[in-house]
């Protein structure tokens, strides 16, 4: 569903990425971990089309992600960032419409489909009608799963989607999200830099050193047979 070949990123001459090669197998989940300017958030926005990579290409079920069609291809993804991401001059129901409400949906048909993700996710329908800074975090971050999933996109990418919440909150919405992406069986790719995070809701993990892949495969592999140093003391310093 999702692979990247041969990608590769710079700024200002110091290159952030790459080169990478990797891909996600429809319906599995990955999960990209590893510490602050790792090249993670740099990674989902290239597979996003939000950054052009300098060289390689990012193929999304199938269709190469270019300059002609980014605005079509983004529209099979959906996009789940920390505390929601909602546009605050929104209430909670015209975030989550937004883009269908621009590719021009009947209002029944817009209607049905907040009904289902509403009970989907949990969000009571009163919600809907509030402000952004009306609801807790746990409801934002609810709303902009909403959103994702509006479109009903093949693909979820999400960027350290439970990051802002309390513990309590996160470890429920851990498991809502892990019951959901088996249920609706997307395509996921999740960053975050909470590993159990990663193997909870995660088929496989990357870890990324420096804008390219130290080690791929399951938390507990990983951990029991690290590629080098770096993947162990990463593991371990953030599952002790």
């Known amino acids: 569903?999702?692979?990247?070949?041969?990608?590769?990123?710079?700024?200002?001459?110091?290159r952030v990425l790459g080169p990478l090669s990797f891909d996600i197998a429809t319906g599995a989940r990955l999960a990209v971990v590893g510490p602050s300017g790792g090249g993670k958030s740099?990674?989902?926005?290239?597979?996003?089309?939000?950054?052009?990579?300098?060289?390689?290409?990012?193929?999304?079920?199938?269709?190469?992600?270019?300059?002609?069609?980014?605005?079509?291809?983004?529209?099979?993804?959906?996009?789940?960032?920390?505390?929601g991401g909602l546009f605050p001059h929104l209430t909670a129901e015209r975030n989550v419409t937004l883009v269908a409400r621009h590719l021009g949906w009947e209002e029944a048909r817009m209607r049905k489909r907040v009904d289902e993700l509403a009970a989907m996710?949990?969000?009571?329908?009163?919600?809907?009608?509030?402000?952004?800074?009306?609801?807790?975090?746990?409801?934002?971050?609810?709303?902009?799963?909403?959103?994702?999933?509006?479109?009903?996109p093949p693909v979820i990418l999400m960027d350290e989607p439970l990051g802002a919440l309390d513990p309590i909150t996160r470890r429920k919405l851990q498991g809502e999200l892990s019951t959901l992406f088996r249920s609706l069986e997307k395509t996921v790719m999740l960053v975050t830099h909470d590993v159990p995070e990663a193997a909870f809701l995660a088929d496989e993990a990357v870890v990324m050193r420096a804008g390219i892949i130290a080690q791929r495969g399951t938390i507990d592999a990983m951990a029991k047979a690290p590629a080098d140093d770096f993947v162990r003391d990463l593991l371990v310093r953030t599952t002790a």
Do not use: H
């Not at 926005?45 to 190469?64: M, Q």
């Open 121 to 152: 996710t949990g969000i009571d329908p009163g919600a809907l009608s509030r402000w952004p800074v009306q609801l807790s975090g746990g409801q934002r971050q609810r709303i902009g799963v909403m959103r994702a999933l509006f479109l009903d």
């Open 42 to 83: 740099t990674l989902l926005r290239v597979v996003l089309g939000l950054v052009k990579p300098d060289t390689g290409r990012v193929v999304i079920a199938g269709e190469v992600m270019g300059d002609g069609n980014k605005l079509a291809v983004r529209r099979r993804i959906g996009y789940v960032v920390q505390d």
């Open 1 to 14: 569903m999702i692979a990247v070949e041969g990608v590769e990123k710079s700024y200002e001459g110091r």
